[in-house]
């Protein structure tokens, strides 16, 4: 599949596993792709970002991730879900946070000495990839471009694409923007 990524694509991938590798992390997220997608500037997916979320936006969407991540990645409809099973998710977090410290539900292993090599990419960041082929496919593109990657991540649900959403960045928005933006 990766034959398929176009350089600005492929470029994403390794951001990605940059980003885990300085945040520690032992594997490759959905987040860790649309950080390194928000790195990228004069491509398709950059242009379509930049129009959506300018970069004055740009603090407040790592905010929120940020803010999932110390939810131990519960979305807010996960956490509504709990909610209405009477389950308060932020009473839980400041509990653990209070007697583990801040972020200790963030799953960032730090202190993982033990580990040596390259982060593998999570299940769900695997999901992204596989998605933006059949993007790539449903719109009959020869090729996977880092704004397939960016529509990939707004429609596979989760923490990632509710960030996107909450600041304007949505399946259809993207779409639009791509259309009308021009290969660099």
């Known amino acids: 599949m990766f034959e398929r990524f176009t350089k600005a694509a492929r470029a994403v991938v390794k951001g990605a596993v940059e980003h885990a590798e300085r945040s520690g992390s032992t594997v490759v997220t959905k987040e860790h792709l649309l950080l390194a997608l928000l790195d990228r500037e004069d491509t398709r997916a950059a242009v379509a970002l930049r129009t959506l979320c300018p970069p004055a936006s740009r603090p407040s969407l790592v905010a929120a991730l940020a803010d999932a991540r110390r939810r131990a990645g519960l979305s807010r409809a996960d956490a509504s879900a709990l909610a209405d099973l009477g389950i308060d998710v932020g009473a839980i977090v400041a509990r653990v946070e209070e007697t583990h410290g801040e972020g200790a539900l963030a799953g960032d292993r730090k202190d993982s000495g033990w580990w040596k090599g ?64 021009t290969a660099p």
């Open 118 to 181: 390259r982060p593998s990419f999570s299940r769900e960041a695997k999901t992204v990839l596989e998605q933006s082929l059949r993007v790539a496919l449903a719109r009959k593109d020869r090729e996977i471009g880092d704004e397939h990657l960016l529509l990939a991540l707004t429609m596979t649900g989760g923490v990632v694409a509710e960030a996107l959403a909450d600041h304007g960045v949505t399946y259809a928005s993207v779409d639009a923007a791509v259309s009308g933006a």
